[in-house]
């Protein structure tokens, strides 16, 4: 089992910041990649952003120049710093994390840029 804690979202004007945290615990050993995806009002959920065990990511087009994902193994942790942000991007981001047989979820963090 992981368990996965999202942290850092809240309300930010367009133009500006947030970087989203989330935090894996139990079975990280396990872990091939983590990720980012997010659900808009009306919408089905979506890619935003991965990262390998081995650091390779990969962004939805949307994103890519603006957002950034990274992870800290000591810390058991991948980022998303988002930049830039849109009215767009206004939703709940969700931190994923899969492995061989299973892919895990986090509970969400609400991300709202006003437009």
């Known amino acids: 089992q992981v368990q996965l804690v999202e942290s850092g979202g809240g309300l930010v004007q367009a133009g500006g910041s947030l970087r989203l945290s989330c935090a894996a615990s139990?079975?990280?050993?396990?872990?091939?990649?983590m990720g980012w995806y997010r659900r808009a009002p009306g919408k089905q959920r979506e890619l935003v952003a991965t990262?390998?065990?081995?650091?390779?990511?990969n962004y939805s087009d949307s994103v890519k120049g603006r957002f950034t994902i990274s992870r800290d193994n000591a810390k058991n942790t991948v980022y998303l710093q988002m930049n830039s942000l849109k009215p767009e991007n206004t939703a709940v981001y969700y931190c994923n994390a899969a492995t061989i047989v299973h892919t895990y979820w986090g509970q969400g963090t609400q991300v709202t840029v006003p437009s």
């Open positions: 990262i390998t065990s081995g650091r390779r990511t």
């Open positions: 139990g079975s990280i050993f396990n872990i091939n990649a």
